[in-house]
């Protein structure tokens, strides 16, 4: 291969956006930023790499083969930033430990991962997010989840579902019963893929009650509206702990008074990849999307990692995956159409006025680079894509609308 | 394309196992007959119970159902453990019951293992790969994509890993079963935005499906 045809090439993964993509994209980072600010968010900025010890927990939930490491000058190990989560834990644990409580903080922008699972096969990935410090009450839990309602129904999505589970119930339940340890890590392993028919072949031959296996095979039934956890508590053994179903419960009655009941599902098989979680977690799904357009929950022992004791409930929105989706259902954000303005060999000091007091009103505004004929001008405009020409001269303005694409 | 909202799309394998699916579906209560009829359609609409079947070749199933083009699928449990993607295993059909397994020529029964390294010849390199990496054997896959058997026949692998029914094909071919690396069949399987986003449609097929297994 010569050398200018591997200058053109870009690494598998990655890829280049144009316009009007990019713009698009661009606005929906931006529009969703302004969603955070509004429910009180600020947002942070962290570096896109770090020291690879940040990351330790993200290592030791199955995220090593799928890091970009690398050694800095003196050798010490640097990681792309594979996760915001805990960089943001980093920046509280450092910067606001003894600040005032809660903290709501927001963040966007790209993370980086050797493609595969729930990713897709892209390797720079763009996510929103926030995270709340702090705080272990449900209100917590659920603004969490009612701001990533509030966000797919902004951004345009009528139709999606956030899945709401606990990581403590299947514990709890599984608990109940007599297992080997890495019996129920198995189990809570078929959970998270959802394989149902492993689940069946291993929990037939584990020796327990039939009453117990037939509790555990309920469970992928656990799936609807709050009536889910009646049914939930009836398969745990008297006196157990409810804790988990009660927090549910909570968060639901939060979240009916945010109106959002109506995308929620509860889901009480739900395990997430992540294994740092500890209470509530959640994904939301769309229609004709196979991937989760967002996910979270709560992770009150990880700001331990760095020293500090703190209680915390995020989620991430996956920009790539929104994009998708509302490219598909042509929702995209509208970019506005330009303006032309052009002018002949005495007009351009009253072209570039016009085009000056347009663009200060918000307009998008191009104007020609020399003098041209109106003819010229009219061509060029269309070329460019413009909805109006404005051709000055020098005491004199021409307006034509301009058929787009034609000519 | 992008399945309508209130619509089922489901996925089925074209060949061995489409008449066994197709029964299963009419058992469980969904009117199939238009699709047995008519083989070169690709699409089936059922208006009445808002139910799309989609016709596809079996290895292309797990994409369709992956990228949200189809909510469901049928696919052997031989192709989902070679290409595993991230769906769902919602149930086991019990259909086109076989078994994945090393085979190799009568004769050499034993004597396989101990070279350097052992050719390999299948369908399922990524599977066959893991099998043989996992008890630390050093193997070279050879991909052919069909007429495995023919293979050790022509000295070009030493063992195969195929889909083994009756037998019939290693016996006339000298072959013998070494070892079994799975039980195979057919499984429904879902990707987890259709999962949830209909979740109800998709309990009750389970269900109705699950009566009649």
């Known amino acids: 291969m010569t050398e200018v045809l591997k200058r053109r090439q870009i690494p598998e993964g990655v890829r280049d956006l144009l316009p009007d993509l990019a713009g698009q994209k661009r606005k929906l980072e931006e529009f969703i930023q302004q969603v955070f600010s509004r429910w009180g968010y600020r947002e942070v900025s962290t570096p896109a790499f770090e020291y690879s010890e940040i990351f330790a927990a993200d290592l030791k939930a199955g995220l090593e083969n799928s890091i970009y490491r690398f050694p800095d000058e003196q050798g010490r190990m640097l990681v792309l930033r594979p996760d915001f989560t805990l960089p943001i834990a980093r920046v509280v644990a450092v910067h606001f430990a003894e600040g005032p409580l809660p903290l709501r903080l927001c963040y966007g922008g790209e993370i980086f991962r050797y493609a595969g699972g729930l990713q897709g096969k892209q390797r720079a990935l763009t996510q929103a997010g926030v995270e709340l410090m702090g705080d272990a009450t449900p209100g917590s839990d659920a603004e969490v989840v009612a701001l990533a309602a509030a966000v797919l129904q902004e951004a345009g999505l009528d139709e999606f579902t956030l899945c709401l589970g606990h990581v403590g119930f299947l514990d709890l339940l599984l608990a109940a019963y007599d297992l080997l340890p890495q019996d129920v890590e198995k189990i809570k392993l078929l959970f998270n893929k959802k394989d149902f028919v492993t689940l069946k072949e291993m929990v037939t031959k584990l020796k327990i009650s039939e009453q117990a296996k037939e509790s555990i095979m309920q469970i992928p039934l656990l799936r609807g509206g709050v009536e889910v956890l009646t049914k939930a508590r009836a398969l745990l053994p008297a006196g157990a702990n409810v804790q988990p179903l009660e927090l549910l419960q909570e968060i639901w009655s939060v979240l009916e008074d945010y109106k959002v009941t109506q995308f929620v599902t509860l889901d009480l098989g739900m395990v997430r990849m992540m294994n740092y979680y500890t209470g509530m977690v959640f994904e939301g799904y769309t229609n004709g999307l196979g991937y989760p357009l967002c996910g979270g929950g709560r992770y009150d022992q990880l700001l331990t990692n760095f020293g500090c004791e703190l209680s915390a409930v995020g989620f991430a929105v996956s920009l790539d995956h929104l994009l998708t989706v509302l490219t598909r259902q042509k929702k995209l954000p509208e970019l506005l159409e330009p303006l032309f303005v052009a002018f002949d060999e005495s007009g351009r000091e009253n072209a570039i006025a016009t085009a000056q007091t347009l663009r200060r009103q918000g307009a998008v505004v191009i104007v020609d680079l020399k003098a041209a004929t109106y003819e010229e001008a009219f061509q060029a405009g269309c070329r460019l894509g413009a909805t109006r020409l404005l051709y000055c001269t020098d005491n004199d303005i021409f307006d034509a609308d301009l058929d787009r694409g034609q000519v | ?213």
């Open chain 2, 1 to 213: 394309m992008l399945a309508a909202n209130d619509w089922l799309t489901i996925a089925l394998a074209k060949g061995r196992i489409l008449p066994s699916s197709l029964s299963l579906f009419t058992a469980a209560g969904i009117d199939c007959s238009s699709i047995a009829s008519d083989t070169r359609k690709l699409i089936f609409r059922l208006e009445a119970e808002k139910l799309q079947f989609i016709l596809a070749k079996p290895t292309d199933i797990p994409t369709y159902v992956e990228y949200g083009a189809a909510d469901l699928g049928v696919v052997g449990k031989d192709i989902l453990l070679e290409q595993e993607k991230e769906l769902y295993e919602l149930l086991d059909l019990k259909l086109g019951a076989c078994r994945l397994s090393v085979a190799q020529k009568a004769e050499k029964t034993g004597a396989t293992w101990g070279s350097s390294v052992t050719y390999v010849a299948t369908k399922y390199p990524n599977l066959a790969k893991r099998h043989f990496l996992k008890k630390g054997r050093q193997v070279e896959i050879i991909k052919l994509h069909g007429s495995i058997e023919l293979a050790p026949l022509l000295n070009l692998a030493d063992v195969i890993v195929d889909l083994v029914s009756t037998g019939k094909t290693l016996r006339e071919n000298n072959l013998v079963e070494a070892e079994v690396i799975a039980q195979i069949t057919a499984r429904l399987v879902a990707n987890p935005g259709s999962y949830q986003v209909k979740a109800e449609r998709v309990m009750a097929l389970v269900q109705q499906l699950e009566k009649v297994l």
